[in-house]
């Protein structure tokens, strides 16, 4: 089983940036799909990127089109976020998630994705 630990978050003010990061251990990251999720208080995880587990593509939330990036590099087996132009509606507990498997249609279910992390607080105050 692969293991998952968030890190990187924090409290930013509108506009500010921060990289969040998901260290993996016990299994190589690169035979899992990748995911980003995000809980606020009261609301449900609602999906924020995925990346395939192989080949280039990757997908992204309309709310943070354009302002987030997610990546991986296989060698240090860690997935990262890379959340620019924040705003105060970006507030939220940040999980990663990973799953053995190719291609889904329905990558953005949180259903989808078998291993997750603990999870870190990301704060945007206005």
């Known amino acids: 089983q692969v293991q998952l630990v968030e890190s990187g978050g924090g409290l930013v003010q509108a506009g500010g940036s921060l990289r969040l990061s998901c260290a993996a251990s016990g299994r190589t990251l690169s035979n899992y799909a990748l995911g980003w999720f995000r809980q606020a208080p009261g609301k449900e995880r609602e999906f924020v990127s995925h990346?395939?587990?192989?080949?280039?593509?990757?997908y992204y939330a309309d709310s943070v089109k354009g302002r987030f990036t997610i990546s991986r590099d296989n060698a240090k087996n860690t997935v990262y976020l890379q959340m620019n132009s924040l705003k105060p509606e970006d507030t939220a507990v940040y999980f990663c998630a990973a799953g053995m498997w190719g291609f889904r249609s329905n990558y953005y279910s949180p259903r989808e994705y078998g291993y997750w992390g603990q999870g870190t607080q990301v704060t945007v105050s206005s």
């Open positions: 990346m395939m587990r192989s080949g280039p593509m990757t």
